[in-house]
């Protein structure tokens, strides 16, 4: 089972609407991180946080530490947006490479 | 904006041949990191560095080799490619610990 799951896998919109993609690890995580994906394979980093919330123009990120949970949240939704979403948090010690989820996989339609 | 760069962007080699991935990162920045990602699957650590001469193994085995001889070049190679190895392969860097990653544009490896 991977430490980080994400959820949903796939969502299909229409455009305006509000997003919501959920994150949830088992473990204690130091920083999680929102990353976007698009088709051509290149990432973007959206967020970083630690505790809190975090906003860049129509993107907003939650964290609840105590519940191990992360939201990433786009307000007027747009096609453009149409991306893959990953979170990401580094787990334990060791390496401080980061434990992936699978990636939510989101289309906005006109 | 990028500040890592890899290349090649795309490559189709057959079975055998030994394959070099650079990349590059003008930031100055200590760690870098190879991922490894499957089409529709998660990325996963394969090799990471916290500066020259430091280089490690990540979590996901892997038959790949990593050098860091200069802070700005991490490169990859495979010395002998199969098609087990097809993948896309992505290179990050960063400047502390839990601070935000900087991708390159990956490398889509197709081996035949």
Known sequence: ?110 | EADIYQTPRYLVIGTGKKITLECSQTMGHDKMYWYQQDPGMELHLIHYSYGVNSTEKGDLSSESTVSRIRTEHFPLTLESARPSHTSQYLCASRGQVDSPLHFGNGTRLTVT
């Open chain 1, 1 to 110: 089972k991977n430490e980080v799951e994400q959820s949903p896998q796939n969502l299909t919109a229409q455009e305006g609407e509000f997003i919501t993609i959920n994150c949830s690890y088992s473990v204690g995580i130091s920083a999680l991180h929102w990353l976007q994906q698009h088709p051509g394979g290149g990432i973007v980093s959206l967020f970083m946080l630690s505790s809190g919330k975090k906003k860049h123009g129509r993107l907003i990120a939650t964290i609840n530490i105590q519940e191990k949970h992360s939201s990433l949240h786009i307000t007027a939704s747009h096609p453009r947006d149409s991306a893959v979403y990953i979170c990401a948090g580094r787990v334990g010690g060791g390496a401080d490479g980061l434990t992936f989820g699978k990636g939510t996989h989101l289309i906005i339609q006109p």
